[in-house]
């Protein structure tokens, strides 16, 4: 569907308008299917966006393992002459965790209890992952005509954050201070 | 792909350790961890086999902290090694917006760290990456072994395409901040 996609294109900006409606979709599939959780990941795992009320370091840890479970039956796919499994269901004895790709760029997740029934998450995400393919249209069209994914001086800025945290290297670790982000 | 997300102000990058079985990708993050302040600190995630082999992948957000308001996090992962989970290494190779090749300098290991070195190569250009132009350190790690190669020796064989490369220690830390920062440095300045 992206053969257009600039080989070149290292970062992708999602911009406000487009976070707000990916926002209005995922809060509508909530209410929709009841879920605990929803998700909008990128194929590498970082989280888009989010619903629900689970502390971030676990959303952050669920959307790599989720990517990581998606790229794996993406390859086992592939192994199969298959052309994708655009779907995955985890089943647990609470908890069901249904993924479903956005035009193999990101991923939307759903994780819900028994109460919700599959079927209807399945038809609900299917209509919501439309949705955000739209969205995703317009994200890669403006991201085509932005030069630069970030300014010269923000740029700069994170260069330098790089070089003081980690200033320290490989010399003594003794006389560090924990409050400080200056970890080596 | 790195991900700039306007509306939360934060940037997300992946950054994956490739190399042949034990060179010491595990170990480059379990130090990292080991090193981050508490307060700050994710857990270490490490899908490994029951003889604590990376199976699947290990996995680390490192957040940086704010920079002109947004916030800056990396996501770390390692492949595993071993020869059998080459696909599975391709998987994990998915999104990666920069990567460190860890190389075991051991004179017999040669071999593996070029297998491992081919491999990538291949696998980054099935993925649409220029090699030439894709954020890449290499690591020459257990430089404190006797049968170590030296670096030049190193340098011949493994970085053809020169590529920044560290002399590392890693399991006594030495070398693991100093790839880290040159290969999150890279990331950056291809935002």
């Known amino acids: ?184 | 792909m790195a991900l700039i997300n306007v509306a939360a102000k934060e940037i997300h990058g992946k950054i994956v350790y490739y190399g042949p079985g034990l060179c010491g990708k595990t170990t480059n993050l379990q130090v990292i961890h080991g090193r981050i302040p508490q307060n700050g600190r994710s857990d270490l995630l490490s899908i490994a086999t029951e003889t604590e082999r990376t199976l699947f992948f290990d996995f680390l957000p490192l957040d940086l902290g704010k920079v002109h308001g947004f916030t800056i996090r990396f996501h770390l992962y390692t492949v595993p090694g071993q020869i059998l989970y080459e696909r599975t290494r391709v998987a994990v190779l998915n999104g990666a917006d920069g990567v460190v090749f860890v190389a075991d300098a051991q004179r017999d290991r040669l071999a593996d760290n070029l297998q491992s070195l081919r491999e990538l190569a291949h696998n980054l250009t099935n993925q649409g990456k220029r090699l030439t132009e894709f954020p890449m350190v290499m690591q020459y790690n257990k430089m404190d072994l006797p049968t170590a190669l030296p670096t030049p020796v190193l340098d011949r064989y493994l970085n053809t395409i020169k590529v920044p490369r560290f002399e590392a220690v890693a399991v006594q830390g030495r070398g693991v901040f100093e790839t880290l920062r040159a290969i999150s440095k890279l990331v950056v300045n291809k935002l």
């Open chain 1, 1 to 184: 569907m992206f053969d257009h996609l600039d080989p070149d294109l290292t970062s992708m900006v999602v911009g406000a308008e487009e976070s707000e409606a990916i926002s209005a979709c995922l809060d509508r599939l909530m209410v929709d299917t009841g879920a605990s959780y929803i998700m909008l990941l990128d194929r590498a795992g970082q989280v888009l966006s989010w619903k629900g009320d689970a502390p971030r370091p676990e959303m952050t840890h669920l959307g790599a393992l989720l990517a990581g479970s998606y790229a794996s039956s993406r390859e086992m796919a592939r192994l199969l002459k298959e052309d994708n499994f655009r779907v995955l269901v985890q089943e647990g004895a609470r908890e069901r965790v249904f993924t479903e790709t956005v035009e193999d760029r990101w991923l939307l997740v759903v994780v819900f209890d028994h109460q919700a029934h599959l079927g209807l998450v399945k038809v609900l995400a299917k209509r919501a992952t439309q949705s955000l393919s739209g969205v995703l249209h317009v994200v890669i069209e403006r991201n085509h005509d932005r030069r630069s994914r970030i300014t010269g001086e923000l740029r700069r800025a994170a260069v330098d954050t790089i070089d003081l945290i980690f200033s320290q290297d490989d010399r003594a670790t003794e006389s560090r201070s924990t409050d400080k982000k200056q970890w080596p």
